[in-house]
């Protein structure tokens, strides 16, 4: 079946960058988007942006252009999201999720969620 | 972009509907047809229920539904059941291959 494996919960300082990992199974890795989105506590969901697995293209929302980099490994069907100079509102839930068609987004698998806390 | 605009809250009691907007623009809700509606449990992660404004994936239960007018789309939940308790976020596509997301609805069966 499909799924989306993520790393685990990572604590970080002020300034500090966090790379989270997203590992697929189940499907062609190179035939779908990876999207990446984020949940503070208690908030709701914002996007980030994605990845294609098959060229490496990457879109960020604006928001996050010049701080987030999504990379990934085709050998090992994983993909990941590395965001830099981390601030205390940066703590949050942290999930990918794969999209077939960028322009009809419907995010149909999700990974668990990997917390990012931020704290001196 | 913006987020869409979703109510924060919404109530039923068992057995009867319950209807959550989720108002965009027309850059976004307004200007396609590619709005999606996800369920999610606290702790856990989000769950597609419609997408195409008013398509259901298998597995989801015909008591979902989804329409839209103009710059707002709509989830109604029929015949309302204690697990349907849970918050509610409506995305849709922004143009230039960019995604929006609602601030989300919390669901409370009564």
Known sequence: ?120 | QSALTQPPSASGSPGQSVTMSCTGTSSDVGGYNYVSWYQQYPGRAPQLMIYEVSKRPSGVPDRFSGSKSGNTASLTVSGLQAEDEADYYCSSYAGSNDVVFGGGTKLTVL
């Open chain 1, 1 to 120: 079946q499909v799924q989306l494996v993520q790393s685990g919960a990572e604590v970080k300082k002020p300034g500090d960058s966090v790379k989270v990992s997203c590992k697929t199974s189940g499907y062609t890795f190179t035939g779908y988007y990876v999207q990446w989105v984020r949940q503070a506590p208690g908030q709701g969901l914002e996007w980030m942006g994605w990845i294609n697995p098959n060229s490496g293209d990457t879109r960020y929302a604006q928001k996050f252009q010049g701080w987030v980099t999504m990379t990934r490994d085709t050998s090992i069907s994983t993909v990941y999201m590395e965001l830099s100079r981390l601030k205390s509102d940066d703590t949050a839930v942290y999930y990918c999720a794969r999209v077939y068609m960028l322009t009809n987004p419907r995010f149909d698998s999700w990974g668990q969620g990997t917390l990012v806390s931020v704290s001196p």
